[in-house]
Every structure is written in structure tokens, then in C-alpha cells.
């Protein structure tokens, strides 16, 4: 009789999309959540392609920060409301003085840097990731998710960066290449990982909603 409930409830899962209630529970994988974001800013993969046998030599060589990967993991796990509130909470802690939490420091000044536009992003993509899985649990809303959410991310960042750089007057060089490090060099990065992220999210969530009741 247990198992049959069970089963029920996973198939009303699967259709529904049901959220997490709000509880302790929920408290505590928020924190836990907000506690992925800020490791994920200074968790850094070596990403280093070699072509010896053509003498190009190192044709791309840079540092990537899974931090984007943990942004949709978080909305897929806790959906719009309790992800955007995770997100909220760490983009207030590090324009405090207190937690220099982001990649480069913290503090009110942190907003004139050149990367807080793709931290400020993340308040949208959450919100656009979660409405998407919203919609249910197929594999066209996942994909649809995942690219709201990085695209997101990816052009308000860049948008942003340009705004701070013709303040500076920075020349059209300095803001290409910076555009092509941070972003364009790592968004195919960003879409593979993030899938995974919603996979594993989703796996996550309903082991959650049952435990959770």
C-alpha cells in the first residue's frame, strides 16, 4: 500500500512539477544552495585544448568557474521563488563589507566591475530557468530552461561590461577580447554543464518532495 502511494506521488510529480513547500527543510537547502553559489565563485577548471601536430600550440587555455552551472542547478532544484530569494541573499552579502564573496572581492564598490553584470543577471535567469521547468518536466522545456537561463546571464553580462568599459573609455580591443574570455569561450561550457545541472537538479527535487512530504 506504501509503495503504491509512492508510486502515485512520483507520477504526480513527474506530471505536476510540484514545488517544495516552505519549511525548515526548505530553509536549510536554501543555505545549503547560497553555500554552492559562493564555493562555486572560487572553484576553478583548467580547461587547456593542445594541437602540437598542427604547431598552433595552445589553441585555448583558460580558467572556468562552474558558478553558472550551480545558478541553474539552484533553479531547477528550488524553482522561482526560493531561487531567486538564494540569489537575492548572495548578491546583498557580497556588496556588504563583511563576505567578499564574489570572484574579485565584495563591497558596494564591486557594482563598477566590469563582471557584476553577470552577477546581477543571475536574478533573471533564475526566475526565467525555474518558469520555463515550470511548464513540466520534458526534455524541450529542459533544453528551453537552460538556454533562457545562460543567454540571460550571458547578454546582460556583456551589456553591462560594455557600459562600464565606454565609461572608462576603454578602446573596441580591451572589450572584444574581454567579451570573448567571458563569454564566448565558455558558454558552450555553460549549456553542457547547466543540462547536466537541471538533471541532477530534478533528481534532487523529487528525492526532496518526498522526504518533504
Known amino acids: 500500500m506504501l509503495n503504491k502511494r509512492v508510486i502515485e506521488g512520483l507520477k504526480q510529480f513527474h506530471n505536476e512539477n510540484i514545488k517544495i513547500k516552505f519549511c525548515l527543510g526548505t530553509i536549510a537547502i536554501m543555505g545549503v544552495c547560497l553555500l554552492l553559489l559562493i564555493i562555486s565563485t572560487f572553484t576553478q577548471i583548467k580547461i587547456n585544448f593542445n594541437m602540437p601536430e598542427s604547431g598552433i600550440g595552445n589553441y585555448l587555455k583558460f580558467e572556468y568557474i562552474p558558478q553558472i552551472p550551480i545558478l541553474i542547478f539552484i533553479a531547477g532544484l528550488l524553482g522561482e521563488t526560493w531561487g531567486f530569494v538564494v540569489v537575492l541573499l548572495y548578491i546583498l552579502m557580497g556588496l556588504t563589507p563583511w563576505f567578499p564573496i564574489f570572484a574579485l572581492g565584495g563591497g558596494l564598490s564591486y557594482v563598477f566591475q566590469y563582471n557584476f553584470g553577470y552577477i546581477f543577471a543571475y536574478l533573471f535567469a533564475v526566475i526565467l530557468c525555474a518558469k520555463e521547468l ?80
Open 134 to 213: 515550470n511548464k513540466g518536466n520534458s526534455l524541450k522545456n529542459i533544453l528551453y530552461a537552460v538556454l533562457y537561463g545562460i543567454l540571460t546571464v550571458h547578454v546582460i553580462g556583456t551589456l553591462y561590461m560594455i557600459i562600464i568599459a565606454l565609461i572608462r573609455h576603454e578602446n573596441l580591443d580591451f572589450i572584444s577580447n574581454w567579451i570573448y574570455y567571458q563569454s564566448l569561450s565558455k558558454i558552450l561550457y555553460d549549456l553542457v554543464f547547466g543540462f547536466l545541472a537541471i538533471i541532477i537538479a530534478k533528481a534532487c527535487h523529487k528525492i526532496l518532495w518526498l522526504i518533504m512530504g
